[in-house]
């Protein structure tokens, strides 16, 4: 008679592919593809470090605590079922270095000084004083008393004697030989009179 005995525990996990290791402040963090094949049960996943052996369990990236800043790590993951089947190891990852991170200053924007509007004085116009004529006083001309001629009597030159003739000129209208005898001084010329005279008057 045969007895076949079940394997409580599954088959092997095939082993993860590992990824890339990123370096951190005394840790590291390792990414990595999951085993296409768990067998039974769950899956846990470890990454160990070389050197050190320290250890970081979870899914896909695993952080490594506790290394020491400056040295140089690689990690190989592991797959571990529920039922203690663990996968063979993973290839070796990258190596990386964990360091203190630079200290990298707060940027801190520029102050920008508010904006104050120019104070801008009020305009005032110019005082102009009003403009006053000169007071110009009135000019009184003199007054001059009419100059008041001297009254000469008039001249009356000599007459001397009084030469009369005949003006041929008639002394009215139809008279026959009544004429004008016209009369001059000898001395001035001016007239002395005049009369009709002629057998007609």
Do not use: E, R, W
């Not at 990123?22 to 846990?44: D, E, L, P, Q, R």
Request: neutral net charge.
């Amino acid at each position: 008679m045969l007895f076949f005995l079940a394997a409580t525990g599954g088959g092997k996990p095939t082993a993860p592919t590992i990824g890339t290791a990123t370096a951190g402040n005394a840790s590291a963090t390792v990414a990595f593809t999951a085993s296409t094949y768990i067998g039974k049960g769950t899956i846990t996943y470890t990454a160990t470090s070389s050197p050190g052996g320290l250890t970081g369990t979870g899914t896909s990236p695993i952080t490594v605590s506790g290394l020491s800043n400056g040295t140089s790590y690689t990690f190989t993951v592991v797959g571990a079922t529920n039922y203690g089947v663990s996968s063979d190891a993973s290839a070796a990852s990258n190596s990386v270095m964990p360091a203190v991170p630079p200290v990298v200053p707060p940027v801190v924007p520029p102050v920008t000084p508010p904006v104050v509007a120019p104070v801008v004085p009020p305009v005032v116009p110019p005082v102009v004083p009003p403009v006053v004529p000169p007071v110009v006083p009135p000019v009184v001309p003199p007054v001059v008393p009419p100059v008041t001629p001297p009254v000469t009597p008039p001249v009356t030159p000599p007459c001397g004697a009084c030469n009369c003739s005949n003006s041929g000129v008639k002394c009215y209208p139809g008279a026959g030989n009544c004429f004008v005898v016209q009369c001059y001084c000898a001395i001035s010329g001016a007239s002395c009179g005049s009369y009709c005279d002629g057998p007609g008057c």
